[in-house]
């Protein structure tokens, strides 16, 4: 079997079973110079006979998922979990950029289908409502993800930018903020929160990443930032 390979807006680089290859600021994939992007922040490697992922960072997190948007793994500091579908998306963000490549396998040790089993770890994305307001919330902050014509890096505009682009006050945009991110926090969608009460600073990119990466939205959306806004909050 051959090792997996990893494309990078538009780039490949190949991996060797005898060394670990890790992915950061300064690494053997260099992500950005981002300063809030670790130096060594994911890595792959192989360990009996399998290829693995880790988080070897110590604050960011990582957004993992299979093609089909179906099966999710939040992979946290020091959480490491095995590669075992064709293709994996991995997505993640440091300060207000989200940043995104792909794993490329051989290796099919699971499939997905409509229906998915909840595996430990993962996430099982199932049908989540949303109103009109919702979803244009979320797709103008992901606006700029979604626009990329290669994935790779995608600027995350502040909440006000992205309610004077919806045309809508800083308030209401927040609160719809606030009902978005407890929606999907009661599906089990980890990192909108940051303890009982208390909503995570770094939601609005957790928001992005998991919107993308499941299908909640996607190019389609677009044309809804550009229609007139007759639900306005």
């Avoid at 994939?29 to 960072?57: A, K, M, Q, T, Y």
């Avoid at 929606?183 to 992005?208: C, F, Q």
């Amino acid at each position: 079997m051959k090792p997996p390979r990893i494309e990078f807006v538009g780039e490949w680089y190949d991996l060797t079973p005898d060394q670990p290859f890790f992915v950061g600021r300064e690494s053997d994939l260099i992500i950005d110079e981002n300063p809030f992007l670790h130096r060594r922040f994911l890595s792959i490697s192989s360990e009996n006979g399998l290829w693995w992922l880790s988080n070897v960072g110590n604050l960011l997190s990582a957004t993992v998922t299979d093609t089909t948007g179906q099966v999710q793994a939040w992979l946290a500091p020091g959480a490491r979990l095995p590669i075992v579908f064709p293709q994996l998306m991995v997505m993640f963000s440091a300060g207000s950029t989200t940043y995104e490549f792909t794993i490329h396998s051989e290796a099919e040790f699971f499939g997905t289908s409509s229906l998915t089993t909840m595996q430990a770890g993962t996430t099982t994305v199932g049908p989540v409502h949303l109103t009109t307001s919702q979803r244009l919330l979320i797709v103008a902050l992901a606006e700029n993800v979604l626009r990329q014509t290669s994935p790779g890096r995608g600027e995350i505009p502040a909440s006000a930018e992205a309610a004077a682009r919806l045309g809508w006050t800083q308030t209401a945009f927040n609160r719809k903020l606030d009902n978005v991110c407890d929606k999907l926090d009661r599906i089990g969608v980890r990192g909108l929160r940051g303890g009982r009460g208390k909503l995570a600073t770094g939601r609005r990119a957790r928001l992005v990443e998991y919107a993308v990466s499941s299908r909640l939205v996607d190019t389609e959306d677009l044309v809804l930032l550009d229609r007139p806004q007759q639900d306005n909050p």
